[in-house]
Every structure is written in structure tokens, then in C-alpha cells.
């Protein structure tokens, strides 16, 4: 036989019932959401933790690097190897410059010159000099040597020659694209 409850006590029970699931229905709600937020968190903390971690070791290794930089200065007696300038923009304007130079001094005429650098994290700031020049060959030739042979320590790259056949074989004017780059010496604050 089944008893049946008071009128009162059911509508207590029922009252129970759906306030544990309300409850429920809340913390599904709401907990869970948080629950997945809070692991976001901690995801990202670790994430910013590990960074962290890389930066210090490239700031620890910087010391022996700029060691490394000097007892190779010392040897080689070169005191000007780098781009020189304050700053980024300072190096690119001394870069170009310093290509115009070049390019004159070998008996090239400037074109158009584009300063591209590419983002770092080290010491050293690679800097680079979209160059256009036209000249004869053996201008090129001088240019060359004189970027191999010269200071700061200049790298010649992306090297393209076209001909103009609108000149004689014996004065042949060439249009020659190229990137010259070079370091900068990274200095904090720069």
C-alpha cells in the first residue's frame, strides 16, 4: 500500500525540489563558465611565465654575446663594424648614405634607395638597402670590392642585372638592383 503524503508536505517536497534544481541550473550556469575562464587564465599565466623565461635567457646571454662581439674586435682590429647611429632610423638614413657613397665613388649613379628592417630581438639589428643604380660593369666590379673590403661590414645580396640595348656594346649602361645590408649595434633605449 502507498501512503499518501499530506497535501503540505508535497508541496514542501515539490518546494525542495526545485530549489536544488534552480541550484543546480545555476552553478551549470555559472560555475562552469567560470571554471572554464579561470583554466584561460592560468593557461595564459603559464604561457606569459614561459616568455618570461625566454627573455631572461636573452638577456643573461647578451653579456657574452657583446663579449664575444669585443674579443672579435680584438682580433680582427676592426673598430667600426656595424652601422653606425642612435637609433633605427639613424643607422637607415647613415646606410643610405653610406650606399650613395659607395655607389658614387665606383662610378655609379643612384637611382632609388628603400630602407626595410626587419624586426629583432638581438643585439645586433639587421639592416637592409633596397638599392636601384645604374652604371657600366666595371662600376659594379668597384662597388663589389669595395663592399667587401670596407667598413662597416656590408653584405650584398638579391643581386639583379639587366642590360640596356639601346647603348653600344662598349658603353653598356646596366640597371642593377641589389640589397645592402649590415648590422646596427643595439644599444638599450634604441
Not at 96 to 104: A, G, H, T, V
Request: glycine share 10%.
Amino acid at each position: 500500500m502507498v501512503s499518501k503524503l499530506p497535501g503540505a508536505r508535497r508541496h514542501c517536497l515539490a518546494a525542495a525540489g526545485l530549489a536544488l534544481l534552480l541550484l543546480l541550473t545555476l552553478v551549470l550556469l555559472i560555475g562552469l563558465p567560470w571554471r572554464a575562464k579561470m583554466q584561460e587564465y592560468r593557461q595564459t599565466a603559464a604561457g606569459w611565465a614561459d616568455n618570461l623565461g625566454r627573455f631572461e635567457e636573452k638577456l643573461a646571454s647578451r653579456s657574452a654575446i657583446e663579449e664575444a662581439l669585443a674579443d672579435q674586435q680584438a682580433r680582427t682590429g676592426s673598430t667600426r663594424p656595424y652601422i653606425q647611429g642612435q637609433t633605427l632610423g639613424l643607422a637607415g638614413a647613415n646606410l643610405q648614405q653610406l650606399s650613395k657613397r659607395l655607389i658614387e665613388e665606383a662610378g655609379g649613379t643612384l637611382a632609388s634607395a628603400q630602407i626595410i628592417t626587419p624586426p629583432s630581438e638581438s643585439p645586433l639589428q639587421l639592416m637592409v638597402n633596397r638599392v636601384k643604380m645604374s652604371g657600366e660593369m666595371e662600376a659594379l666590379l668597384k662597388l663589389i670590392h669595395q663592399v667587401e673590403t670596407g667598413e662597416p661590414v656590408l653584405f650584398l645580396d638579391n643581386l639583379t642585372i639587366r642590360g640596356n640595348p639601346g647603348r653600344g656594346a662598349a658603353q653598356a649602361m646596366l640597371e642593377i638592383q641589389f640589397d645592402l645590408s649590415g648590422y646596427m649595434l643595439v644599444r638599450d633605449g634604441a
